[in-house]
């Protein structure tokens, strides 16, 4: 497992060997979901705004979260987005 982001209270994990579709694990207060890379679907309980601004960090940042995705998946150490890009 690996925390990717950590921004404004929230933490965004990916899970190597999770299973599809690729998706990450988002927590944030008491709001705890997932959020699919590619449809942007929601599982869990999260409020508008908190998706909003992960979808807004997702889209800003997509390159180096696949990078750290990559990483996970070979088995290398992940860790956070070195110079988080947000609005």
Known sequence: MGQIIRYNGIIIYYYPGDHNPRHLHVYAGDEEFTISLVERLIDGK????????????????????????EKGDKGERMSLIKNLKTK
């Open 46 to 69: 999260a409020l508008s705004s908190t998706v909003r601004l992960v979808n807004e960090l997702i889209d800003l940042n997509l390159e180096a979260i696949k990078m750290e995705i």
